[in-house]
């Protein structure tokens, strides 16, 4: 059983919809990501938070805006997304960006924009 | 820039049988090397990870890999195929600056026929 846990693990929404995805670790990891993959696709980097701070936005579009309230959540505001941007969203943490560990995902939150 | 590049989409298998997905890398420097399995709909679960030392690594399912430098590659590797092991696997890079996330390969995708 993963210890990134996501939520919602799927939703729906129009393109004037504002949702908030949410992710949570408990495994005392400093570095929070999101990845967004498209089916049959490789994961992408989308933002990276080293101590709750951002370290890594990978020139993604403002209508998606990352939030680390603490070192154990993180979050994802989606704000008039395009039907482009259905894809199944993944958060993962490690040991801080400077270390050797890997990445613990999350199971996802599959997003459809229609 | 790193890199990493998986050549086959599919590799097809016997129950039984040993398996080989290949996985060559870029990177400036030595790199840290992992591998990754994605069963449909699910999140991206670690296998194993390179990062000095043995050249043949161990990880989990019985999985392990090959570390080749002159060759720049990290083949995975599994003496005797299982029909649970279909899947899509992920070979990922960080490089040892750490300052990046992974980066990950297009993706195999490993059918085990019964």
């Known amino acids: 059983d993963t210890e990134v846990t996501q939520t919602p693990k799927h939703l729906v929404m129009g393109m004037t919809n504002k949702k908030s995805l949410k992710c949570e670790q408990h495994?005392?990891?400093?570095?929070m990501y999101w990845y967004k993959q498209k089916a049959k696709k490789p994961p992408e980097l989308m933002f990276v938070?080293?101590?709750?701070?951002?370290?890594i936005n990978e020139s993604v579009p403002s209508r998606f805006s990352p939030e680390c309230p603490n070192s154990s959540l993180l979050n994802l505001h989606l704000h008039a997304l395009q039907p482009e941007d259905s894809a199944l969203y993944l958060c993962a943490s490690s040991q801080p960006t400077g270390s050797t560990g890997e990445l613990f995902f999350g199971e996802g939150s599959r997003l459809t924009v229609l | 820039a790193q890199s990493v590049a998986q050549p086959e989409d599919q590799v097809n298998v016997a129950e039984g049988n040993p398996l080989t997905v290949k996985c060559t890398y870029s990177?400036?420097?030595?790199?840290?090397l992992f591998w990754y399995v994605q069963y449909p709909n699910r999140g991206l679960q670690f296998l194993l990870k390179y990062i000095t030392g043995d050249n043949l690594v161990k990880g989990s399912y019985g999985f392990e890999a090959e570390f080749n430098k002159s060759q720049t590659s990290f083949h995975l590797k599994k003496p005797s195929a299982l029909v649970s092991d279909s899947a899509l696997y992920f070979c990922a890079v960080r490089d040892r600056r750490g300052r990046r996330a992974l980066t990950f390969g297009s993706g195999t995708r490993l059918q085990v026929q019964p």
């Open positions: 495994m005392g990891h400093r570095a």
């Open positions: 990177v400036s420097g030595n790199p840290y």
């Open positions: 938070y080293s101590y709750e701070k951002l370290s």
